[in-house]
């Protein structure tokens, strides 16, 4: 509900991009991942014209809304925006210790 209150002017109610960019595909402006995507939301990109949500929203909406945007990969909407930005990986930082 979050998203759909204020993310969809921007992004559309399917992700796909309007003025925002497409968040259904593997490409990322900003980075992808929980930590880059919340980061974004909170901080905003004022040179693109998103604002900071960190005065709107508390942590955990914004932790909502971040993983509420990354269940949009690959969902391939109808009228989508062309990918912008490179392919995000996320890579497995943990080691595993064997004795």
Known sequence: SIFNV??????TASGGGLVG??????????????????RTIKVGVPAKGMI????????RQIQEVA????????T???????PEGTIYVE???TQTVSN
């Open 91 to 93: 890579t497995d930082t």
């Open 21 to 38: 960019p497409n968040l259904t595909d593997e490409y990322w402006i900003h980075g992808g991942g929980i930590k880059n995507v919340f």
């Open 67 to 74: 993983s509420y945007i990354l269940t949009l990969k690959g």
């Open 52 to 59: 900071s949500w960190q005065s709107q929203l508390n942590a």
């Open 6 to 11: 204020n993310c969809v002017a921007c992004h």
């Open 76 to 82: 391939n909407p109808p009228n989508g925006k062309q």
